[in-house]
């Protein structure tokens, strides 16, 4: 495991900072889970500050904490770039992301419904989202053929919608 490879230098620049923060993130703390592991919590933070660049480096010297830098673990470190990463979205334009999302021509079902479901996690739908993904499929989906067959069902949810394509594909 030594010879793991680091992450890539963190990109704040990246289009969607939120997206990109959450990826990673994830890779970050898989290398040092995998790595750093009993590493103490100033060579962790160390890590962090070389990976994310200058740019970074400047933004971690604006934010406020409550401990003198030596103190400082890499979850203190990281929460504050969460809030810096993640501003507080809006509700209004990520339900209107999602609702207006269709199915492209060239685009395949299974990456349509992954790309719902991805949008749906940021709209705030609660227990509504199952059911939502599945309406938004029917209305938005190329094939005018599967979305006559997808209204038939009684009873329809998400699962069914997905195995009625399934089934659909193999006829």
């Known amino acids: 495991m030594e010879k793991l490879r680091a992450p890539e230098?963190?990109?704040l620049d990246a289009h969607d900072l939120a997206d990109a923060w959450k990826k990673w993130k994830e890779e970050l703390n898989l290398y040092i889970d995998l790595?750093?592991?009993s590493e103490d919590e100033q060579a962790?933070?160390?890590?962090?500050?070389?990976?994310?660049?200058?740019?970074?480096?400047?933004?971690y010297l604006t934010?406020?904490?409550?401990?003198?830098?030596?103190n400082r673990t890499l979850e203190m470190v990281l929460q504050a770039f969460?809030?810096?990463?993640?501003?507080k979205r809006n509700e209004t334009v990520e339900r209107y992301r999602f609702n207006m999302r269709n199915q492209n021509r060239e685009e395949t079902f299974d990456k349509y419904v992954t790309e719902l479901k991805i949008l749906v996690t940021t709209c705030n739908y609660g227990a509504?989202?199952?059911?939502?993904?599945?309406?938004?499929?029917?209305?938005?989906?190329?094939?005018?053929?599967?979305?006559?067959?997808?209204?038939?069902?009684?009873?329809?949810?998400?699962?069914?919608c997905?195995?009625?394509f399934k089934s659909s594909r193999t006829v």
């Open 44 to 59: 962790k933070v160390k890590l962090f500050l070389y990976l994310v660049g200058t740019r970074g480096r400047e933004i």
């Open 82 to 87: 969460d809030g810096y990463c993640n501003p």
């Open 35 to 37: 790595v750093m592991d």
């Open 9 to 11: 230098r963190f990109n």
């Open 128 to 160: 509504l989202q199952e059911s939502l993904i599945r309406d938004k499929i029917i209305c938005g989906i190329q094939d005018s053929h599967l979305r006559e067959r997808l209204l038939r069902v009684i009873d329809l949810d998400l699962p069914k």
């Open 63 to 70: 934010m406020a904490f409550d401990q003198e830098p030596q």
């Open 162 to 164: 997905l195995q009625n």
